[in-house]
């Protein structure tokens, strides 16, 4: 792998991230729990919208075949999508989905930092466009979590299902590959072992004010770095690529 | 001061041409009146979320994907604006939703018809945004003061979304054949609907005299559907797009284009509530609010826990 393939291959894999996850954000359109959150939650797939496709027009134009943005987010298939398990999932309830939430944030937070001193200049400045919004997200969500860890016993419920569903995805947002070593080689990306005392150690605090436990269990499931993904993937893709599927070449 | 004298001094405002404001004196009727109209254009803007929501998570590209969420945003913002211009008439938030949920409020009939291809969203944009600016151009002249300035604001944006919806026709106008239906078939169904946005002819709509008189209402519907009519038609012909009306005709005399028989009996069937989607759009959002009670519940028991603390503080 060159450094370039790698450098497209880690775009992809960020823009990946944004795109599902802002996927299922705009599912709750309509469907908030009160007409402010509704818009809150439709903004924030906004703007990770829009990171998506900040990071799949810098992967478009590493790429070697011409491919555009809308050809990389539309065209692949759930085995050539690296986002992570995690933003895949489906959003369950309002509490589920802030959770998902505040771990990605949280994640996102600390992976944007390490990349402002990237040696690659673009990374580094879509990283900082990124991590202004998800500072934002992360106190979004956090802000939720806290206020239905201490809200009514059934909020609390609610949250302590979530933590116990979600926390097996959280390992595979740490993991590496080959296009990592490369990149951390040449000082374009970070290690991820370093982020994650970071990450457990701002999410903690956030739970622990929530009065809510880290579950303990050992069976992490991890694959999305490297096109291994739950089934869920696939359903969502097919729904969010059905026109360009349909209509091959059409323009929009 | 007495209640005559009140209601001289309301009168002489209305005549004015000046703002009544949530404080002044207003009599019942004029308060209920606003009150209806308001929560129905609130309860129109949240609702029409729905149908445009049916294509969010299809929108072809990445841009589209954007456009369309931004513009559904604009919507619930819309909403949520009106709600709160609505209260300072007296009534709380979820006491409208509740009579959205038991029928005894209304929304706009247009968004109980369903959005089956791509090209509605472009033809909502289009055809039903542009019917509604028309209609809220006129309304910034309104005489409840918080309603006319929620309008001039609202305004803004929806001008945009009817410029966005139109793009989204034109673009489709110039694609593949299949495209080209699609666009054609989104015109066909949503013409007439769009039509009928302004409501009954003036001589059958009981509401208009009043709200004319208290200059709640500031154009006919017959005047405002016209000017809809003339600007619309032009724009359908520039992209290639059929208008579905065989009597439609230029009248060189009047420079108006005059348009076949509306059919009435649909709007009334719809309204009556056998759209295709009534049902379905009203049952979503008691669903939806039904299941977002446990989150407001423990807002309510945070904010309260918080408070206590505060005060054994």
């Known amino acids: 792998m060159t450094t370039n393939e790698a450098l497209f291959n880690f775009s992809l894999r960020i823009a990946d991230d944004n795109l599902v996850l802002a996927q299922r954000l705009a599912e709750w359109c309509s469907r908030g729990p009160i007409l402010e959150e509704d818009l809150a939650i439709t903004n924030i797939s906004l703007d990770l919208l829009g990171e998506a496709e900040d990071f799949y027009e810098y992967a478009a134009s590493l790429g070697d075949e011409k491919k555009s943005a809308d050809d990389l987010a539309f065209l692949r298939s759930e085995r050539e999508y690296f986002n992570h398990l995690l933003v895949e999932q489906p959003n369950g309830d309002f509490a589920c989905t802030m959770m998902k939430q505040m771990l990605y944030a949280g994640y996102a937070k600390h992976f944007y930092e390490a990349l402002l001193n990237s040696k690659d200049e673009t990374l580094g400045a879509l990283a900082n466009k990124g991590l202004k919004e998800v500072k934002y997200h992360f106190r979004h969500s956090s802000e939720w979590i806290i206020r239905f860890g201490k809200g009514t016993e059934e909020s609390q419920l609610k949250c302590n299902k979530a933590i116990e569903e979600l926390w097996r995805f959280t390992d595979d947002l740490f993991e590496m590959n080959a296009t990592d070593k490369i990149l951390m080689t040449q000082g374009i990306s970070c290690s991820l072992m370093e982020i994650h005392p970071l990450w457990k150690a701002e999410i903690s605090h956030v739970l622990d004010e929530a009065g809510i436990a880290i579950p303990e269990v050992n069976n992490a499931i991890k694959g999305g770095i490297n096109g291994l993904h739950t089934e869920h993937l696939g359903q969502l893709l097919c729904e969010m690529q059905y026109l360009q599927r349909a209509h091959p070449g059409a323009k929009w | ?313």
């Open chain 2, 1 to 313: 001061m007495t209640e005559e004298e009140k209601l001289i001094r309301f009168n002489s405002l209305i005549e004015q041409d000046e703002k009544i404001e949530p404080k002044d004196w207003m009599p019942e009727a004029y308060r209920k009146t606003v009150l209806r109209q308001m929560t129905q254009h609130a309860h129109s803007e949240v609702i029409g979320m729905q149908p445009e929501g049916n294509w969010v998570l299809r929108a072809p590209t990445l841009r589209a994907k954007k456009i369309l969420l931004a513009k559904i945003q604009d919507e619930g913002g819309h909403g949520l604006y009106l709600y709160s211009a609505a209260e300072t008439l007296g009534m709380d938030r979820s006491t409208m939703i509740q009579q959205l949920h038991e029928g005894k409020a209304k929304y706009s009939h247009i968004f109980n018809y369903p959005t089956l291809n791509w090209a509605d969203i472009g033809a909502i944009g289009w055809l039903v945004d542009g019917a509604a600016i028309v209609n809220q151009v006129s309304l910034q002249r309104t005489s409840y003061g918080p309603y006319a300035r929620a309008m001039v604001r609202i305004c803004k944006e929806e001008s945009f979304h009817q410029r966005q919806g139109y793009e989204i026709m034109a673009h489709m106008m110039e694609g593949t054949k299949a495209q080209r239906e699609m666009a054609q078939d989104a015109m066909n169904r949503w013409w007439w609907p769009s039509l009928m946005m302004f409501g009954p002819s003036d001589k059958d709509s009981w509401h208009t005299q009043e709200s004319m008189h208290w200059k709640i209402k500031r154009s006919s519907n017959d005047d405002l559907r016209q000017k809809f009519i003339d600007k619309t038609v032009d724009q359908a012909y520039v992209i290639g797009l059929t208008v579905p009306d065989k009597d439609l005709k230029f009248n060189e005399a009047t420079s108006h284009w005059e348009i076949g028989a509306i059919n009435w009996d649909e709007f009334w069937n719809v309204v009556k509530g056998n759209g295709l989607c009534n049902h379905k759009r009203i049952s979503h959002h008691i669903q939806f609010h039904n299941l977002g009670k446990w989150v407001r519940e423990a807002i309510m028991a945070y904010a309260e826990k918080n408070n206590q603390l505060q005060t054994s503080n």
